[in-house]
C-alpha cells in the first residue's frame, strides 16, 4: 500500500531535481487557459495541441531568449468564474505568460482579473496573450497594457464580409443568426452597422438569436431563414452550434451562402461533409489552401503526432512571443511587453504587427470556402477551406478609442 | 467521563474549530491553498444550509443553487455600488464595508425565499423536488434575458478592494481573504447550529417525519416549511456573498441545476443526519473537484461514484460513519468493532483501486493520455493482460475482504 | 407567413413525439415505482451511442433493434443491483440514486465515445426528401420518425388497457402490496418495467440521434424537459404525457418562429410600451426554452395532479 506512495514522492523529487538541474535556463512557462474537458473542448484542445506543438520546434531553435518554452494546460470549463479558479491557480504556479480565446465572456472575466492582479501586485505582473476572444471592446474601451490580442476582432472581419458582400450585386436579402450572448450581439450589431454604410440597398430579413449551446434541432430557423428568402447568411457561431446549423440547413435544402467566423470548428467538418462544400464561407487568418510548403508540412505532421489540425494564428502567436523574448533580452512580462509593442513578424498569412496603440495585431485576411478533393484536408478528411479572396492588413485595419495607460 | 468538565463538552468543538482556524495559516503557506480554503468554506455554508431543507426538514430540493446565486449577485452588486460611492464618499454604500457584505447575500436570498417559497412549502417529496428543479431551470434561464442584473455570460464582476477598511483588514491576496471566510464561516455554522436548537428547528424534523402527526397538533406543515426554506435559502445566500467577494465575478451559472446539485452531492455524500457531516462532504468534494482535475480528466466520474458509493452503501455518508466510530469509542468497545471497520475500509480501498486502474486505463486506450498513470510513475501498457490480471485480483481480493469483514461485522453486531 | 405555419406545425409534432418516446418509459417507472428517474435521458442518450457504435458494425437496421434491447438489459441490471438495493431507504434515496447515476453514465459516455458529436446519422435513402413543400425539403426521415412514435403510443395503450401485464401493471400502480398478496412477483415486475421504460428511452435516442446530435450533453439538455412531461402529463397517464410532448413540442417551435416581443404582444393588446425596453424586448424566441419550466411551476402550484394525472405525486 505504501508503495504508490513512495513511487509518488519519488516521481516528485526528481521532477523538482529536474526544474532544478535547468536552473542555468530555467523554462518560461505559458498557462493555456481554456476548455480542455467537456463538449466544449474540440476548441481547447486544438490550441493546446498547436501550442506544445510549435513550443517544441521553437525550444530546438533556443527557446525564449534561451529559455525553453513550456505550455501548461489549464482547464476553465469554458465557465469565467472557473477560469478565475484557474487563473490563481497558474499564478500561484509561477506562471506569468497566460493565453486564452474562447468565449468572449471568459475573456472578459480574465481581462478585469489580470488588470487588477497587476495593480495589487506591481513587483509581479502577468500578460494575457488572446487569440480568440474578439470582442472589439478588449482593444477599444476596455483596452489594457497587459492584454496582447492577436486575431482580427469581430468588427473587422466584419468589415471584410461586408466588403465582400458590397462587391457581390446579386445578395438582396442577408439574415443574421447568431447566438444569444454579448458576442452573438456584438456580430450582429456590427453587420447591421456596416451593410447600411457599404450597401443600404441590402435588406436585413431576419436578426434572430438563440440560446447558446442549447438548441439541438434548428428546424424552426431553418424554416425562417428560408421563408424570408434570404441570399446571404451570417453568423457567429461556434461549437455545437455552427455545426448543427449547417447540418440542418442542408437536410432542408437551404443552398444560400452561409458566412461564418468559426465554420472551422474541429467537429463540423466531420459532421457537415458534403452539405457544406460551397455552402459554408469563413473569414480568418488563413485559408485550407496551405500554399506555404512548410507550414503544409506542419499540418500533416500536427495532424499525425496529435490528431489536430494546424492553428496558424497560435503559432503565430507563439512565434512572436519568441520574437519578443529575444528582442528584449529577457522573459520579464514587463519587458516583453514593452518589445510587443510595434513588434513586426511573417507569418504563414502574411505580415502581421503588434499595433501599439491598442494591441490589436493587424493582420492579412481570408475568405474561404469549404471544398472537397482537397490537397490538404482538414480533420483527415479531403475536405478544407480554399481561398476566395484575401484582404491586406491596411484594409482589415479599424481605427481605435483605446487610451492605452502605461506601467512607468 | 468526568463530572467536572461537562461544561466544556459543548464549548469544546467550537473553541477547536476556531482553534484550527487561528493557526491553519501558521501551517500552511502559498496562495494556492488558501485558494482552495476559501472555496471549502464557501461550500461548507452552502452545504450546510442545504442540509437545513433536506436533511433537517425533509425537502429535497433540486434548486438550492437560485439562493446562493442570487445572494452572490446581491452582494456583488453592492460590491459596485461600495466601488461608486467610494468616489464622492457620500451615502449609505460608502460606509458600508466589503466584510460585511455576506449579510447582503443574506439578505437576498432570504428575501427571494420569501418571495417565491410560499406556493412550494405545501408538499415534500418529489413535488417538491420537481418544483424546485423547475424554479432553478427557470432563473438560471430567465437570468440570461435581463444582462443589467445577471450580466450575460460573462456574469457580474467587481473589485473587492474598495470601501472603508477595518481594523487594516485588507482583502488583496487570498491570504487575506483567509481571514474573512474562516470568520464567516464560523460565524454561519455556530448560527445554523443554533438554528436546530431553536424550536422552530426542532419542529422541522417533526415536518421531515412525521408531517400529518403536527397537522392534528395543530402546527401546519407548510408553515413551518416556508419558515426553514426562508432561513436556508438566507444562509445559502451567504454562501454566495461569500463567494461574490472570493471570485469577485458571479456567473448565472452559479444559479444553475449544477450549482444545485453540488449542494446535494456534497450534503448527501457527508451525510444528512449529523450536523457536520455537509461539511465533512464539502472538504472532501472540494478538495478533490480542484485536485483530481489536476491529474485526470475523470475528474467529475469518480466524484459520480464516490456519491453512488455513498448513496448505495453508507446512507448515513462519511460523517454517519465518524459518528458511529465515536459513539464506539465513548462506550468503549470500540476496539471489538475496529477489526471490521479497517476491514471494509480496506475492502473498499481495493475495489476503488480496482476501478481507477480501470477507469484510467480505458481513458488512456480512449484518449491515449493519463497524467494519473505518468504522476505515480507508473506506464502501464492497457493491451497487456498482466495488467488487466492485476485489475481482477484487485477486484477479488477487495471482494473476498468485503466478505470477510462483514462476516466479522455480523458476528460482532 | 403560412409555410410558417406549416413547418412550424411540422417540426412541433415531430419534436413533440420524440419527447413523448422519450418520456413515456419514464410515466411507466414513475407511476409503478415512484421513482423520478434522474437518469432517464441518460439512457436515452446510451440507446443513440450504442446504435452508433452498434451501426459501425451491423448497420442501422439491425442496431434499430439491439440497441433498445442492450439498454433494457442495462436498466435491468440497475434496477436488481441498484434500486433495489436502496428502495428500503425510501424514494429520497432512490432519487439521490439515480441522481448519481446519471453523472456516471453521462461521464462514462464522456469517456468511451469523447467529447466530440460522434457522425451517427441516418442511412443515405431515409434523408432523400418525402416530400417538397414552398422549396423546403421534408426527410423521408422525419416522417418514419413521426410514424414510429405514433406506433409507440399505440402499442402502449393497448398493452397496458388490454393485456394481462397492463392490467398487473395498473393494478400494482394502486394497490401494491395486493398485487403481490396475490401471489405476483411485484419486485420482478418492477424489474421487468423499469427495464422496458429504460428501453424505450433508448429507442427515442436511437430515432433521435441521427435527428439532433449524438453527444456526450444531450442527456443533460433534455432530462430535465422530460421531468416536466411526466409532471404535467400526470403521474401514471400516458395520454397525459403524450398531451404534455405535443404541447411542448408546439409552443417550443411556435415561440421560436414567431418574431414577436413582449412588448409587441403588450402593444397589441392596446397597451402602449415601448418594444425595445429591457422587459418589453425580450423575444418570444428567447423565452422559448423556459416555457416548459414555466408550465412546471405553474402546473404543480394550481394542479399538482398534472393534465390527465389521478394521484398527487
Known amino acids: ?408 | ?413 | 407567413m403560412l409555410e410558417v405555419i406549416v413547418f412550424s406545425t411540422l417540426n412541433g409534432l415531430l419534436y413533440g413525439l420524440l419527447l413523448f418516446m422519450l418520456s413515456s418509459g419514464l410515466t411507466l417507472i414513475f407511476s409503478m415505482m415512484g421513482v423520478l428517474n434522474f437518469a432517464h435521458a441518460s439512457f436515452y442518450m446510451l440507446g443513440a451511442y450504442f446504435a452508433y457504435a452498434l451501426g459501425l458494425h451491423i448497420g442501422f437496421w439491425p442496431a434499430l433493434f439491439l440497441a433498445p434491447l442492450l439498454v433494457a438489459v442495462l436498466g435491468a441490471v440497475v434496477e436488481r443491483f441498484g434500486l433495489r438495493r436502496v428502495h428500503e431507504n425510501g424514494h429520497v434515496a432512490e432519487l439521490l440514486f439515480t441522481f448519481g447515476l446519471a453523472y456516471v453514465i453521462d461521464e462514462t459516455v464522456h469517456l468511451l465515445w469523447g467529447s466530440i458529436p460522434v457522425s451517427y446519422s441516418a442511412p443515405e435513402a431515409l434523408r432523400a426528401p418525402l416530400f417538397s413543400l414552398f422549396g423546403t425539403d421534408y426527410s423521408i426521415y422525419r416522417g418514419v420518425t413521426m410514424m414510429i412514435a405514433i406506433l409507440m403510443f399505440v402499442a402502449l395503450w393497448f398493452l397496458l388497457k388490454k393485456t394481462r401485464v397492463g392490467l398487473m401493471i395498473r393494478a400494482a400502480l394502486t394497490h401494491g402490496a395486493m398485487v403481490g398478496h396475490l401471489g405476483h412477483n411485484v419486485p420482478r415486475l418492477f424489474m421487468g418495467v423499469f427495464a422496458f421504460g429504460c428501453g424505450l428511452a433508448a429507442l427515442a435516442g436511437v430515432i433521435g440521434g441521427p435527428l439532433l446530435s449524438t453527444e456526450p450533453g444531450m442527456a443533460q439538455s433534455l432530462g430535465p424537459v422530460v421531468f416536466v412531461v411526466v409532471v404535467v402529463g400526470g403521474m401514471g397517464s400516458l395520454l397525459g404525457a403524450f398531451y404534455a410532448s405535443l404541447l411542448i413540442g408546439l409552443v417550443q417551435t411556435f415561440f421560436v418562429a414567431l418574431d414577436v416581443s413582449i412588448g409587441d404582444l403588450l402593444n397589441g393588446l392596446g397597451f402602449a410600451v415601448d418594444p425595445y425596453g429591457e422587459v418589453t424586448g425580450i423575444t418570444l424566441a428567447s423565452i422559448a426554452p423556459m416555457t416548459p419550466f414555466i408550465l412546471l411551476v405553474l402546473i404543480l402550484i394550481f394542479r399538482p395532479r398534472g393534465l390527465m394525472g389521478e394521484l398527487e405525486p
Open chain 1, 1 to 408: 500500500m505504501v508503495r504508490p506512495f513512495l513511487k509518488l514522492f519519488a516521481v516528485s523529487l526528481v521532477l523538482l531535481s529536474g526544474l532544478a538541474r535547468a536552473a542555468d535556463a530555467e523554462p518560461v512557462r505559458f498557462a493555456l487557459i481554456d476548455p480542455l474537458t467537456g463538449p466544449m473542448s474540440v476548441v481547447g484542445q486544438p490550441a493546446l495541441a498547436q501550442l506544445q506543438f510549435t513550443a517544441e520546434r521553437l525550444n530546438r531553435d533556443g527557446g525564449m531568449d534561451g529559455h525553453p518554452i513550456e505550455i501548461v494546460g489549464y482547464d476553465n470549463k469554458i465557465n469565467p468564474q472557473e477560469s478565475l479558479v484557474q487563473l490563481q491557480k497558474a499564478i500561484d504556479d509561477g506562471i506569468r505568460y497566460i493565453i486564452q480565446g474562447n468565449g468572449s465572456s471568459v475573456g472578459s472575466a480574465l481581462l478585469s482579473a489580470i488588470n487588477k492582479h497587476n495593480q495589487r501586485n506591481p513587483d509581479d505582473r502577468v500578460l494575457y496573450l488572446n487569440y480568440a476572444a474578439i470582442e472589439p471592446s478588449f482593444t477599444n474601451e476596455r483596452c489594457s497594457f497587459w492584454h496582447f490580442r492577436f486575431d482580427s476582432h469581430v468588427d473587422m472581419k466584419m468589415n471584410m464580409l461586408t466588403d465582400w458582400i458590397a462587391d457581390n450585386p446579386d445578395v438582396k436579402k442577408v439574415f443574421l443568426i447568431n447566438q444569444d450572448y454579448s458576442f452573438g450581439h456584438t456580430v450582429s450589431e456590427s453587420a447591421m452597422r456596416m451593410l447600411k454604410k457599404k450597401r443600404p440597398d441590402i435588406e436585413i430579413v431576419g436578426n434572430t438569436f438563440h440560446p447558446l449551446g442549447k438548441v439541438k434541432d434548428f428546424s424552426p430557423y431553418i424554416s425562417k431563414i428560408k421563408s424570408s428568402g434570404a441570399d446571404v447568411v451570417i453568423t457567429g457561431n461556434w461549437g455545437q452550434d455552427i455545426n448543427l446549423l449547417i447540418k440542418s440547413a442542408a437536410e432542408y435544402g437551404v443552398d444560400v451562402p452561409f458566412l461564418t467566423y468559426y465554420g472551422s470548428t474541429p467537429g463540423t467538418i466531420t459532421q457537415v461533409g458534403d452539405k457544406g462544400v460551397d455552402r459554408v464561407y469563413l473569414i480568418a487568418e488563413y485559408h485550407g489552401d496551405f500554399t506555404d510548403p512548410e507550414i503544409a508540412e506542419r499540418q500533416v505532421s500536427l495532424y499525425k503526432e496529435k490528431g489536430w489540425d494546424y492553428y496558424p494564428r497560435v503559432a503565430a502567436m507563439l512565434e512572436m512571443m519568441k520574437k519578443a523574448g529575444d528582442e528584449a533580452g529577457s522573459v520579464d512580462p514587463l519587458a516583453v511587453a514593452k518589445t510587443l509593442e510595434g513588434l513586426e513578424y511573417d507569418a504563414a498569412g502574411g505580415h502581421l504587427t503588434m499595433r501599439a496603440a491598442d494591441h490589436q495585431l493587424q493582420m492579412p485576411l481570408y475568405l474561404s470556402v469549404l471544398k472537397d478533393n482537397m490537397k490538404y484536408g482538414a480533420e483527415g478528411t479531403d475536405y478544407n477551406f480554399h481561398q476566395v479572396a484575401r484582404f491586406d492588413a491596411d484594409q482589415a485595419t479599424l481605427p481605435t478609442t483605446c487610451r492605452m495607460r502605461r506601467p512607468d
Open chain 2, 1 to 413: 467521563m468526568n463530572e467536572s468538565l461537562s461544561w466544556w463538552r459543548p464549548v469544546a468543538p467550537w473553541a477547536i474549530s476556531a482553534l484550527v482556524l487561528v493557526t491553519l495559516p501558521l501551517v500552511v503557506a502559498g496562495n494556492g491553498t488558501f485558494s482552495i480554503i476559501n472555496v471549502v468554506a464557501i461550500n461548507i455554508v452552502f452545504a450546510l444550509s442545504y442540509n437545513m431543507l433536506l436533511g433537517q426538514g425533509g425537502m429535497l430540493s433540486f434548486g438550492h443553487a437560485v439562493f446562493f446565486g442570487l445572494g452572490a449577485y446581491g452582494a456583488i452588486h453592492a460590491m459596485n455600488l461600495i466601488g461608486e460611492a467610494g468616489y464622492d464618499g457620500h451615502g449609505f454604500w460608502a460606509f458600508f464595508p466589503v466584510y460585511l457584505l455576506p449579510l447582503v447575500g443574506f439578505a437576498c436570498g432570504a428575501l427571494a425565499a420569501l418571495v417565491v417559497g410560499w406556493p412550494f412549502c405545501r408538499r415534500a417529496g418529489t413535488a417538491f423536488a420537481m418544483i424546485t428543479l423547475g424554479l432553478g431551470e427557470l432563473v438560471a434561464a430567465g437570468s440570461q434575458m435581463f444582462p443589467t442584473v445577471f450580466g450575460g455570460e460573462a456574469g457580474v464582476f467587481s473589485n473587492r478592494m474598495v470601501g472603508p477598511v477595518w481594523f487594516g483588514l485588507e482583502l488583496a491576496q487570498p491570504a487575506d481573504v483567509y481571514w474573512f471566510m474562516a470568520f464567516w464561516t464560523l460565524v454561519a455554522v455556530f448560527a445554523m447550529w443554533a438554528f436546530t436548537r431553536t424550536p422552530l428547528g426542532r419542529m422541522s424534523n417533526a415536518v421531515r417525519d412525521n408531517a400529518d402527526r403536527l397537522q392534528f397538533i395543530g402546527y401546519p406543515p407548510r408553515n413551518l416549511r416556508f419558515l426553514v426554506f426562508i432561513a436556508a435559502g438566507g444562509f445559502a445566500g451567504l454562501g454566495g456573498g461569500m463567494a461574490a467577494v472570493n471570485y469577485e465575478i458571479v456567473t448565472p451559472e452559479s444559479l444553475g441545476l449544477l450549482t444545485s446539485g453540488l449542494a446535494l452531492l456534497m450534503a448527501a455524500v457527508g451525510g444528512l443526519a449529523v450536523f457536520y457531516g455537509p461539511m465533512v462532504g464539502a472538504i472532501l468534494v472540494t478538495v478533490m473537484n480542484s485536485l483530481l482535475s489536476d491529474y485526470t480528466d475523470a475528474s467529475i466520474l469518480y466524484v459520480g461514484l464516490v456519491f453512488l458509493a455513498v448513496v448505495m452503501f453508507a446512507p448515513g455518508g462519511l460523517g454517519g460513519g465518524i459518528e458511529q466510530v465515536r459513539l464506539a469509542w465513548r462506550r468503549g468497545d470500540l476496539g471489538a468493532h475496529l477489526p471490521g471497520w479497517l476491514g471494509g475500509a480496506l475492502a473498499v480501498l481495493l475495489i476503488a483501486l480496482g476501478l481507477v486502474s480501470t477507469i484510467e486505463l480505458v481513458y488512456q486506450i480512449s484518449h491515449g493520455r493519463d497524467k494519473l498513470a505518468r504522476l505515480l510513475g507508473l506506464e502501464p501498457d492497457p493491451a497487456s493482460p498482466l495488467v488487466w490480471l492485476g485489475i481482477i485480483t484487485l477486484f477479488a481480493a477487495g471482494y473476498g475482504v468485503a466478505r470477510v469483514s462483514g462476516r466479522y461485522r455480523e458476528a460482532r453486531a
